[in-house]
């Protein structure tokens, strides 16, 4: 079974410019979380799907970054435009309904926004 | 406030050692996860637990509720093990807060 998959691994773009990351999850879960981690700080929280739905998006920065999850299988993640604090490496995650707390992750995209 | 906190930040050891990874969070939690990550690679996940404790191969995770206290546990640490030690949890939802990891090197 194919895990949790993500796309570009790494992606360089200068400021201003618009970047979508895309996550696959594991077929058949419910759940996709966005996750990030900037430089030097800890991982933390962008959003939650349930199915198409968002169920959490909490943590979502600011109005520069929009996660669409269209017929609930695969998500992406836009940021437009990027500034230079949205470096980081970009991890998505999926679950299944009922175990929650069981979550894949996905390898992560790097982006560099120079 | 939900916090998690992780330490040692970063930890050096001879190949061979016993390796002790510690993480204490805030408030209860539904569930804690022990996480790896090699350098420009992904998460792994190599412990989720509520409870007591759970083994696999080298790797020992043990949990307190009451003292809202974690710790990974690496025996006869390989330089294979060099990689960053990340605890997380859920306070009682499913979306995980992290700590900040360790940084473990082992040196052959």
């Known amino acids: ?3 949790v998959t993500q796309f570009p691994s790494h992606s360089v773009i200068e400021k201003g410019q618009t970047v979508t990351l895309r996550c696959d999850p594991i077929s058949g879960h419910d ?6 981690r900037v430089m ?3 991982i933390k929280f962008l959003l939650h799907f349930v199915k198409e739905s968002k169920q959490d998006e909490s943590g979502m920065p ?3 970054f929009l996660a669409e999850r269209t017929g609930g299988t695969y998500s992406t993640l836009k940021v437009q435009p990027a500034e230079l604090e949205d470096s980081g490496v970009y991890f998505c995650a999926s679950s299944q309904t009922g175990l929650l707390y069981e979550q894949y992750f996905g390898p992560g995209t790097r982006l560099t926004v120079t | 406030k939900n916090e998690v906190e992780q330490s040692p930040q970063n930890l050096t050891a001879q190949e061979g050692e016993f390796i002790t990874i510690n993480c204490s969070y805030s408030v209860g939690i ?3 996860h022990w996480l790896q990550q090699h350098p420009g690679g992904g998460i792994v996940s190599l412990f989720m637990l509520s409870s007591g404790k759970k083994k696999h191969g080298r790797l020992i995770a043990t949990i307190n509720i009451q003292e809202k206290h974690s ?3 690496i025996t006869a640490s390989h330089p294979r ?3 960053v030690y990340i605890c997380a949890v859920h306070f009682g939802n499913e979306k995980l807060t992290f700590g900040t ?3 473990l090197t082992i040196i052959p």
């Open chain 1, 1 to 3: 079974e194919a895990g």
């Open chain 1, 31 to 36: 759940n996709l979380y966005w996750y990030r």
């Open chain 1, 40 to 42: 030097g700080k800890e």
């Open chain 1, 62 to 64: 600011n109005n520069r």
């Open chain 2, 30 to 32: 539904s569930a804690l």
């Open chain 2, 71 to 73: 710790s990974l546990h």
């Open chain 2, 81 to 83: 093990d060099s990689a």
């Open chain 2, 101 to 103: 990891g360790t940084r």
